[in-house]
């Protein structure tokens, strides 16, 4: 059963990098048709996808994050990390690292942000934008 768990500073202060990493466990992030995302969750609004990274290290971002985000991995580690950069208050979230199938049926719905073919998902961890 694979695992997740994202690390990183709680609180980053305005216009620098958020820089977070998930560590995975008991399965790789190299594994043929997964892709190994990063989503998040401001206070009372919904899920926002950011971005993922395939098994094969591509990479998709969502359109609206794209100019300031960054997904990389690395796999003797067998981590991915995320960073942000220009961070504002507006990015004060719950950011969740997670997995989902990935292939070429999938990959259409996943670049696109839906959330609901994600099979495992780390607890979360609170980020806050503030000086």
């Known amino acids: 059963q694979v695992q997740l768990q994202e690390s990183g500073p709680g609180l980053v202060k305005p216009s620098q990098t958020l820089s977070l990493t998930c560590t995975v466990s008991?399965?790789?992030?190299?594994?043929?048709?997964?892709?190994w995302s990063w989503v998040r969750q401001p206070p009372r609004k919904g899920m926002e996808w950011m971005g993922v990274?395939?098994?094969?290290?591509?990479?998709f971002y969502s359109p609206s994050l794209k100019s300031r985000t960054s997904i990389s991995r690395d796999t003797s580690k067998n981590q991915f990390s995320l960073q942000l950069l220009s961070v504002t208050p507006e990015d004060t979230a719950v950011y969740y690292c997670?997995?989902?199938?990935?292939?070429?049926?999938?990959?259409?719905?996943?670049?696109?942000?839906?959330?609901?073919?994600?099979?495992?998902w780390g607890h979360g961890t609170q980020v806050t934008v503030s000086s």
């Open positions: 997670a997995r989902v199938p990935f292939n070429e049926v999938t990959k259409v719905r996943v670049t696109m942000g839906r959330l609901h073919e994600y099979d495992s």
């Open positions: 008991g399965g790789s992030i190299t594994t043929n048709n997964y892709a």
């Open positions: 990274i395939a098994y094969d290290g591509t990479t």
